[in-house]
């Protein structure tokens, strides 16, 4: 289960190890030794109905953001959970031990209103250097 997109609707395969993952961000956390290649056409599974489709990112159009088996609609404004720092507490200073957490997901909060999606516009950014 993905703790950085609550609301993942699909699962992406990763063109570099060929594994599933929710996010780019669980790639990152489980495949420490390289990065999740980029690739412009992805595979995607659905995790409503469990079947599998391939995007093409460059050509990516609204009516592609449903899932073509069974019109799930997948691209959501990611669900991400609240920065551990906002959890009412005392004041966080006093437990030092509260700051440890924002590591488990760091640049949450200076991405906020980013999708973590493999739809990153910088795709082609990087292919063009
Ligand atoms: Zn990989
Ligand atoms: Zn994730
Ligand atoms: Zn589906």
Redesign the pocket.
């Known amino acids: 289960m ?4 609550l609301n ?1 609707q699909v699962a992406i395969r990763s063109p570099c190890c060929k594994k599933w ?6 790639h990152a ?1 489980q495949e420490s030794g390289h990065e999740l290649l980029k690739a412009l056409e992805m595979t995607f599974a659905c995790k409503k109905c469990k079947k599998c489709f391939r995007k093409d990112a460059r050509e990516f159009e609204e009516a592609d953001e449903y899932c073509p088996h069974c019109d799930n609609h997948f691209v959501l404004e990611a669900l991400v959970p609240k920065a551990a720092l906002t959890v009412e507490a005392e004041d966080a200073r006093v437990d030092s031990r509260m700051l440890r957490d924002d590591r488990v997901n760091p640049g949450v909060a200076g991405r906020k209103g980013a999708r ?1 999606t493999v739809f990153d516009p910088d795709f082609e950014a990087d292919k063009l250097g």
């Open positions: 993905c703790k950085h997109v993942a993952f929710d996010c780019a961000e669980c956390e973590p």
